[in-house]
């Protein structure tokens, strides 16, 4: 047991073991390769209450909160089954419906969510806008009951077999002085209008992206989180998760890259000796797991202020960027140690260093976090 985590939070890791154990890193490839969606598992993580961990307990979670979602994404990861859909379900999408939405909205939308019968995806990012959220077109005219949509949304990871995406669009246009304006709103991905199309990535992951084309999607005003126009103000309460989840799954990767290294490193011999024994191999290994622990630290930090109800985003920021970074140097160092090996299908290095390689950049680049830790940590004038 960790001696810094509660006899409960001990319990959450041992039971991802065992799932994690039972649909392994075996399955993961199988049903990355197929694109087939992991049911089995999916219905393993609802079964043992994990959809649901930060979910209250009249809405079927488990009431517990994001620090715990964090032990369980990192623990997948440290398994090598990495999953985007639990950073984009559990995490983006539920958690502001949660803080944000009705009743009849947590019996509508999360429950279902919880017990794994329904699937939520998220949907941020336009060919336009890019990171700059202000600027997404995807609108919603008001109608007399609800909201009339049209836009397009890229690079959404889980769409195609997702029941949900909890939508971020605008439902006032534009204006300079800024945050008002975009709106959260749970789109039915099986309503008409609704297009979601496959796109052909290169990173190895479980889920599939898609782009998803609204054309006129007629969304009821029973779908809308909150208060129309207010979506800035919720996103915190989502991205910031997303943050923390990510730095999670990092370190949970740097983990299992840095125990592959260190196994290979002691039973390869070279020139008679274990390749172990040198330090210009230890060495990096040794900094690696020195930066993941630093990270992991700082994010358990991140997810203990969120779930105080305070304002995580300096701590989140810099565990995002701390955990991918150390994941990157785990992944060279792992492959470096491999020699050849680390270049070949069969020990499957690669493909984890795609994904490493992927969270500098998605779902928020390395380059905006160091903006934020400069113009919101430091005070320097803000860059974007
Ligand atoms: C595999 C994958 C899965 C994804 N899943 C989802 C998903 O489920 N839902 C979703 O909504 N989105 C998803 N995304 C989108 C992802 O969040 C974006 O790709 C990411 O936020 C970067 O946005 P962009 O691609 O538009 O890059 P851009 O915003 O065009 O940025 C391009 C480059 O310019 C840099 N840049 C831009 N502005 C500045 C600035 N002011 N200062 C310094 N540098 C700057 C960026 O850092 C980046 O390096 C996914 C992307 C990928 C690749």
Redesign the pocket.
């Known amino acids: 047991m960790s001696d810094i985590l509660t006899v409960e939070q001990d319990a959450i890791i041992r039971t991802v073991d065992k799932i994690a154990e039972r649909y392994d890193r075996r399955y993961w490839l199988d049903h990355a390769h197929t694109g087939t969606f992991p049911r089995s598992m999916w219905k393993a993580l609802a079964d043992a209450g994990i959809l649901g961990i930060a979910v209250p307990e009249p809405f079927g979670g488990t009431g517990l909160g994001l620090l715990e979602m964090a032990l369980v994404q990192e623990r997948l990861a440290e398994h090598g089954v990495p999953l985007?859909l639990f950073v984009?379900g559990p995490g983006l999408s539920l958690m502001p419906i949660v803080r944000h939405g009705t009743a009849d909205q947590m019996h509508k939308f999360v429950k279902p969510a919880v017990t794994g019968d329904k699937v939520f995806?998220?949907?941020?990012?336009e060919p336009g806008?890019?990171?700059?959220t202000m600027k997404i077109e995807t609108f919603g005219r008001r109608t007399a009951h609800g909201y009339r949509v049209t836009g397009q949304?890229?690079?959404?990871?889980?769409a195609e077999h997702a029941d949900y995406m909890l939508l971020v669009a605008r439902t006032a246009e534009y204006n300079s002085q800024g945050r008002d304006g975009l709106s959260l709103m749970v789109i039915d991905l099986k309503a008409p209008g609704v297009r979601v199309v496959p796109q052909e990535?290169l990173?190895q992951?479980l889920e599939r992206?898609a782009q998803v084309f609204l054309e006129d999607v007629e969304v009821p005003e029973s779908a809308v989180i909150g208060e129309a126009g207010q979506g800035f103000r919720y996103l915190f309460d989502a991205l910031n998760p997303e943050r923390i989840n990510v730095a999670a799954m990092a370190v949970g990767l740097g983990r299992y890259l840095t125990t592959r290294a260190v196994d290979y490193a002691k039973t390869r011999e070279v020139f008679g000796v274990s390749i172990g024994s040198h330090q210009s191999l230890q060495h990096p290994l040794a900094e690696a797991k020195t930066h993941l622990e630093l990270a992991w630290l700082m994010n358990l930090r991140a997810a203990e202020v969120y779930d105080q109800g305070g304002a995580p985003g300096e701590y989140a920021n810099m565990a995002k960027l701390g955990a991918v970074d150390a994941a990157l140097e785990a992944a060279d160092i792992a492959i470096e140690v491999h020699g050849g090996n680390g270049f070949t299908r069969d020990y499957d290095l690669l493909s984890i260093w795609t994904l490493c390689r992927?969270l500098k950049?998605?779902?928020?680049?390395?380059?905006?976090v160091l903006?934020y830790i400069g113009h919101h940590v430091l005070g320097l004038p803000a860059?974007?």
Do not use: W
């Not at 995806?121 to 990012?125: L, S, V």
């Open positions: 985007l984009v995806c998220f949907g941020i990012t806008a890019g990171s700059n949304k890229v690079f959404i990871s889980g990535m990173v992951s992206q992927l950049t998605a779902p928020v680049s390395r380059e905006l903006s860059s974007y």
